[in-house]
């Protein structure tokens, strides 16, 4: 057996015309939608990345800003940063990409993104407001696996949705998001005893923990949908999942690294810079 | 086998006295804890509930009120009120009491309570915060579950946690507080299948559903630590719990209904409203 390829780029295609769609009628008002990336770091793979999704905004028509403040920036430099894009009515997205200078955490500076703004879902309070079913921009990932299980028409009712990684911009945001599909849902962290164990029970088992190839073939019930959100880099410049490619010979289906997730975030990002308003009914990629 | 009961009556009065302490030196300071309850119902059960928390804060020596703004408050109505208290400098706590008028949602207008006041955790921000590790109040009643945990010196690391309901006010936000003590963390709902496959991988199960005796021995792992949200009333005018009394047989502990959960959520609710704030590190009851 192997795993059927759950590819992102198709669906993450779709998604980026449908952007381009929204950007050019804005262009076409006047006011065109405008992404502010804030930095703080000089990391090199942060950079990268950053150019990237830059690179993604302009193809799509999204005019993009980085706002650099330097790997020395402090909390408070960051907060007012934040807080000045939020108000600025000619901004539609703010973004903070992480890594942050030593001493400051995504969760303390998040505050101050307008949640209307919140594009990547970084705010403790879009994430509340996605956990009790308020209007939320989802972290961009998190939305992302939810994404491709649709575009696979993966049932989610009443399966059990394993999810290996805790953290506030992935695992748990996905945990809520599946929750609210009626998935019966475990998170599963370093201190979970018996990992395998666990992972074995899922019929969708999302890998979010950035340990290359942590899932082997025996964490994985026969049949699986396997969503693989790590991105680790190899020492030959490329990246590797969370998931070791044996897996394919053991699960129902399996995302790719790259071309799985990857490209659907980058595009989700820029759907929430363009969309009305966050989780809009009717207003959906 | 006879599972160890896990009463909350000691550990609530110990809180109790410990709220006392602080509110006495409030008031000597010129300063007295308050505590505003605001409903918006005509529900029996409701006013019994509000009836006993005002009673029990009184003994505190905090001194409380209800604001009933009638069954028939719009969300409008209930926003404005909590806004209102959460601007007055001598307000300590506020809590929003449910069932709130039809059409009106908890989640809708909790945001209105500042989350320095937000005693019961109700607004979502309160949540999001709980779950990136910021400071925050618990919803009493998921706070209570941990602290019997803590009381009886139940090992949350590495332990299969696994809740049975997963609304705003306890599944959810316990999720999280089991999570950051590292359990292994799993949720489940009425769309789960197989429950009882499910709960009976627990090491510690809550149940916090609100279905009468749902919960059987068939749902529990011998040895398991059995935490009883439920209060649902029975014929006589007394509560029944989640959990049949029979999974006393087969658990290793059990917390009874009432006299169990209960008892600690009201002496916590009251604790919030003391607390110098949310989590702060030192100032715990």
Same mark, same amino acid.
């Given at each position: ?15 980026? =015309?449908?952007? @381009? &769609? ?5 262009? +076409?008002? #006047?006011?065109? $939608?405008?992404?502010?990336?804030? !930095? %703080? ?15 993604? =905004?302009?193809? @799509? &028509? ?5 706002? +650099?403040? #330097?790997?020395? $920036?402090?909390?408070?430099?960051? !907060? %007012? ?205």
């Amino acid at each position: 057996m192997t795993a059927q390829r759950l590819g992102g780029s198709d669906l993450a295609a779709r998604i980026r =015309a449908h952007v @381009a &769609g929204r950007a050019a009628a804005r262009r +076409d008002d #006047g006011r065109p $939608a405008r992404l502010v990336i804030v !930095t %703080a770091t000089d990391d090199e793979a942060s950079a990268w990345y950053v150019r990237s999704l830059a690179a993604a =905004a302009g193809k @799509a &028509g999204i005019d993009c800003d980085v706002a +650099d403040l #330097g790997p020395v $920036a402090t909390a408070g430099d960051l !907060t %007012a940063r934040l807080t000045a894009l939020s108000a600025d009515p000619a901004v539609d997205g703010v973004m903070l990409q992480t890594p942050l200078p030593a001493g400051v955490t995504l969760a303390e500076v998040s505050g101050a993104i307008d949640p209307a703004k919140d594009v990547d879902g970084a705010n403790p309070l879009s994430l509340g407001r996605l956990a009790v079913g308020r209007p939320a921009y989802a972290p961009a990932t998190a939305a992302a696996v939810v994404a491709l299980l649709d575009e696979y028409v993966v049932d989610l009712a009443g399966a059990r949705a394993v999810v290996v990684g805790r953290s506030a911009v992935v695992g748990k945001p996905l945990a809520h998001l599946l929750l609210d599909r009626d998935a019966t849902v475990t998170v599963c962290h370093s201190r979970t005893r018996d990992l395998a164990e666990v992972t074995s029970t899922a019929d969708v088992l999302v890998a979010a923990v950035g340990r290359t190839h942590l899932i082997t073939p025996t964490h994985v019930r026969a049949g699986a949908v396997v969503i693989d959100v790590g991105t680790n880099p190899t020492p030959d410049g490329g990246l590797a999942g969370d998931v070791d490619p044996a897996v394919a010979e053991v699960a129902a289906a399996l995302t790719p690294v790259p071309g799985g997730v990857g490209p659907v975030t980058t595009a989700l990002l820029l759907w929430h810079t363009v969309a009305d308003s966050a989780s809009a009914p009717g207003d959906s990629p």
